[in-house]
Nanobody, 115 residues
Framework: QVQLVESGGGLVQSGGSLTLICSVS????????MGWYRQRPGEQYESVAV?????STVESLKGRFNFFFDNVKNTVTLQMNNMKPEDSATYLC???????????WGQGTQVTVSS
């Protein structure tokens, strides 16, 4: 059984930093894509940063947020800097395993940025 284990959420003041880390437990699995999404209350999921098996990445907040994918350890790290109140959301780790035809989501970690 595959599970995504997230850590690093919490409360931070505007302008501060937080780092989120997601790792994979269990298996078997393969990685077609892995990354972070976020969901603000009442809104749809928003892609924040995703890494693909071909080495490419798609990062919507590049500049303030740094994204790293370790394809040996199968972890994704999101360093969030100069955070703003609008970054407050539930951040969810996502794994797209096309070889096994499955998509996995983490339970979500809450990030709150106070003004």
């Amino acid at each position: 059984q595959v599970q995504l284990v997230e850590s690093g959420g919490g409360l931070v003041q505007s302008g501060g930093s937080l780092t989120l880390i997601c790792s994979v437990s269990g298996g078997p699995f393969t990685v077609y894509a892995m990354g972070w999404y976020r969901q603000r209350p009442g809104e749809q999921y928003e892609s924040v940063a995703v890494a693909f098996s071909d080495g490419s990445t798609v990062e919507s907040l590049k500049g303030r947020f740094n994204f790293f994918f370790d394809n040996v350890k199968n972890t994704v790290t999101l360093q969030m800097n100069n955070m703003k109140p609008e970054d407050s959301a539930t951040y969810l780790c996502h794994l797209d395993d096309r070889d096994y035809g499955r998509v996995y989501w983490g339970q979500g970690t809450q990030v709150t940025v106070s003004s």
